[in-house]
T-cell receptor, first 115, second 111 residues
């Protein structure tokens, strides 16, 4: 069974600073997908970024980027120039391969951006 | 384009009561899912449906039933609610194995 571990239950950072959220996973699969989802106080789940395991290049979406270390099974999220609207729960998630339906989530990191 | 919609947004039940949570999507996705979210545990998959007419158990299916009514709609039923089912419930949809789009959630309290 796949597992996803987020070891930082809570983090806080000053506005405009950079913050990195950690995620590790365990799988025996070679091809898989990784996601970071954001859940603001509104409770809506919003996809932040995705990474396909067969791609060596780290995914980037504006201020959000990942550090994907396949051998170490690590998938961290870096938020640059943090903004107050980045305050949210962040969940790392994993799908073992394309066509598999079972998305496994980590327990989340509560990120607070301090004005 | 409403995306994924869920009804109701809030519900309070007494132990032993039954109810159905409704979910609909307008993105023509084949796959639909039901999750529950509990504090400190992230989201856990209850049931999913890879296509119209099929359903499969997820990680925590006990106490729940589902119906994939058609391609758009996927309902979750609690036949005899228990306090342990107090949670926030999310419906999601996707094309097979790809990004999942989530509804706004239903906060359910069982007294």
């Amino acid at each position: 069974a796949q597992t996803v571990t987020q070891s930082q239950p809570e983090m806080s950072v000053q506005e405009a600073e950079t913050v990195t959220l950690s995620c590790t996973y365990d799988t025996s699969e070679n091809n898989y997908y990784l996601f970071w989802y954001k859940q603001p106080p509104s409770r809506q789940m919003i996809l932040v970024i995705r990474q396909e395991a067969y791609k060596q290049q780290n995914a980037t979406e504006n201020r959000f980027s990942v550090n994907f270390q396949k051998a170490a099974k690590s998938f961290s999220l870096k938020i640059s120039d943090s903004q107050l609207g980045d305050t949210a729960m962040y969940f790392c998630a994993f799908i073992p391969n394309f066509g598999n339906e079972k998305l496994t989530f980590g327990t989340g990191t509560r990120l607070t951006i301090i004005p | 384009n409403a995306g994924v919609t869920q009804t109701p947004k809030f519900q309070v039940l007494k132990t032993g009561q039954s109810m159905t949570l409704q979910c609909a999507q307008d993105m023509n996705h084949n796959s639909m899912y039901w999750y529950r979210q509990d504090p400190g545990m992230g989201l856990r998959l209850i049931y999913y449906s890879a296509s119209e007419g099929t359903t499969d158990k997820g990680e925590v299916p006990n106490g729940y039933n589902v119906s994939r009514l058609n391609k758009r709609e996927f309902s979750l039923r609690l036949e005899s609610a228990a306090p342990s089912q107090t949670s926030v419930y999310f419906c999601a949809s996707s094309e097979q194995g790809d990004e999942q789009f989530f509804g706004p959630g239903t906060r359910l309290t069982v007294l």
